[in-house]
């Protein structure tokens, strides 16, 4: 277990006091970019995380990735002590000043918990989850990071390089970096989200978007805004291309134009084929005015390949339009336009002619406007 002496205790907090972070809010909770320094160094091999989003809170399932800084080329954990949360290296050395760390506190918009691999649900080198919010459900978008010690209960250091995988029922974290076990009682801070969002998808390396140890994102809000906070894991498996694990540790780094993902040890190549779950934890406008509705919108399925469904209900006789518009709000197909009685109908919406990406399928009713996510695969 981690052992703190008095001094370093004394100096741990009062460079906690001396050192404020603050945090934004977004769509999935509050989040900050957090900057390691002598300052807020805990005595060695952590970094603590002052923040009044998450202080004096051991419950908070908070998630990280690493920012490109310096290289911080080993794993890393986050754990709560006196307070506080610390971001600390699972080798026990000493972590550096300048590393960089996006910080989420998953708070809304997803499925937040922590998961403990015990005996039940370690098979060699993965732990199987079993959340309802989750089983059978393979287009979930899983982050992660290991949690040393929550509430006090599991306390185990994790020198894993981590990942996700689906077994065609569950999830499974998993170790990316060779076969080892882990050990009982090892416990994880997971957010899930749903795909169909423009804040969350899965980013696939190939030919055109990677070389070497470094993979290219493109997406609308992230190119040109160095200053969005993302958050990324890896996702085996979930291109179908059977691709090898990845084995370095994975960072974030906004090249001048765009953001990229990138291997730490810079020696390990990233595979064609290897598939990133990616997060944005800002707010991120559409262009879309919504109003909440009660006509029951049902999207089928979704997501689509070649058409989808809109099931709705009319409740009075109303004027309706229903329109399909990208991400920036521009509209791409108008799907239907007239009068409708009381009612329920189906809209079939094409999607053959569509790039891959989230849709949002634009439902008026007598010009109140409810929006729906659609995603053509």
């Known amino acids: 277990m981690k052992n703190f002496t008095l001094s370093l205790c004394i100096t741990a907090m009062l460079a906690f006091l001396a050192n404020t972070v603050s945090a934004q809010p977004g769509y999935y909770g509050p989040y900050f970019t957090h900057i390691t320094s002598s300052a807020n160094n805990d005595g060695g091999d952590g970094s603590i995380l002052n923040n009044a989003a998450i202080?004096?809170?051991?419950?908070?399932?908070?998630i990280f990735t690493s920012v490109y800084g310096v290289y911080t080329t080993y794993n890393l954990g986050i754990y709560y002590f006196s307070s506080h949360w610390d971001i600390y290296r699972e080798d026990i050395g000493t972590i550096p000043n300048s590393a960089r760390f996006n910080?989420?506190?998953?708070?809304?918009?997803?499925?937040?918990?922590?998961?403990?691999?015990?005996?039940?649900?370690i098979q060699t080198n993965?732990?199987?989850i079993n959340n309802s919010a989750i089983n059978n459900n393979p287009t979930a978008l899983l982050f992660i990071s290991h949690n040393y010690d929550p509430d006090y209960a599991n306390y185990n250091y994790c020198d894993h390089t981590l990942?996700?995988?689906?077994?065609?029922?569950?999830?499974?974290?998993?170790?990316d970096g060779g076969v080892?076990?882990?050990?009982?009682?090892?416990?994880?801070?997971?957010?899930?989200?749903?795909?169909?969002?423009?804040?969350?998808?899965l980013h696939v390396a190939d030919s055109t978007n990677t070389s070497t140890y470094i993979t290219y994102l493109d997406n609308p809000f992230l190119n040109g805004n160095p200053n969005a906070t993302i958050f990324v894991t890896f996702n085996l498996d979930a291109s179908g291309k059977s691709v090898p694990y990845n084995h370095s540790p994975i960072g974030v780094w906004y090249d001048g134009s765009r953001w990229t993902i990138f291997n730490e040890i810079t020696s390990d190549t990233i595979a064609y084929g290897s598939a990133f779950n990616v997060l944005i934890a800002d707010n991120i406008p559409t262009g879309i005015s919504e109003v909440a509705g009660d006509n029951n919108l049902t999207v089928y399925p979704n997501p689509g390949s070649s058409y989808s469904n809109l099931r709705y209900e009319i409740k009075e006789a109303a004027l309706v339009?229903?329109?399909?518009?990208?991400?920036?709000?521009?509209?791409?197909?108008?799907?239907y336009s007239g009068?409708?009685?009381p009612g329920i109908y189906s809209a079939p919406i094409d999607l053959s002619s569509l790039a891959a990406g989230v849709y949002f399928c634009k439902f008026s009713v007598?010009?109140?406007?409810?929006?729906?996510?659609?995603?053509?695969?």
């Open 103 to 121: 910080v989420l506190s998953p708070t809304m918009h997803g499925t937040s918990f922590v998961h403990t691999a015990d005996t039940g649900t």
């Open 321 to 335: 339009e229903i329109k399909l518009l990208n991400m920036q709000g521009q509209e791409v197909a108008s799907i």
């Open 126 to 128: 993965y732990t199987v």
């Open 366 to 377: 007598d010009g109140k406007v409810t929006t729906q996510s659609i995603v053509k695969q």
């Open 339 to 341: 009068k409708e009685n």
């Open 55 to 62: 202080n004096g809170d051991s419950s908070k399932a908070c």
């Open 180 to 201: 080892n076990a882990f050990v009982p009682n090892t416990t994880f801070n997971v957010f899930a989200v749903e795909s169909g969002t423009p804040n969350a998808y």
């Open 163 to 175: 990942g996700v995988w689906y077994d065609g029922a569950n999830w499974t974290i998993y170790d």
